[in-house]
């Protein structure tokens, strides 16, 4: 599966942003997609997930409340919407695929896409 981020781009403190991930080809039902960001000189960081065939998706608290996730499986592709974003938001986002009970470390993951919040 080959993924494609997009969206990102430089907004305001407050703002609001919705990330995509399209897939290339039938994503099964059976995978897991998710979203991780990486802060410049730190750690990729989990944001959620959900699973392809649905159900509620699962957000990391740094984010509850104001990130959610959702997916569109006619157009293949995974959204994370972004409300009342802060400067500590700022990050490359990324999502990833993984058979569930795989490691998303060993699935395939999407080039990354730039979201910068100015204070």
């Known amino acids: 599966v080959q993924l494609q981020a997009s969206g990102g781009g430089l907004v305001q403190a407050g703002g609001s942003l919705r990330l995509a991930c399209a897939a290339s080809?039938?994503?099964?039902?059976?995978?897991?997609m998710g979203w991780f960001r990486q802060a410049p000189g730190k750690e990729r960081e989990f944001v959620g997930v959900?699973?392809?065939?649905?159900?509620?998706?699962n957000v990391a608290d740094s984010v509850k409340g104001r990130f959610t996730i959702s997916r569109d499986k006619a157009k293949k592709t995974v959204y994370l919407q972004m409300n009342s974003l802060k400067p500590e938001d700022t990050a490359v986002y990324y999502c990833?695929?993984?058979?569930?009970?795989?490691?998303?470390?060993?699935?395939?993951w999407g080039q990354g896409t730039l979201v910068t919040v100015s204070s």
């Open positions: 990833a695929a993984k058979p569930r009970g795989g490691t998303f470390s060993a699935g395939s």
């Open positions: 080809e039938r994503t099964f039902s059976s995978y897991v």
């Open positions: 959900i699973m392809w065939s649905g159900g509620t998706p």
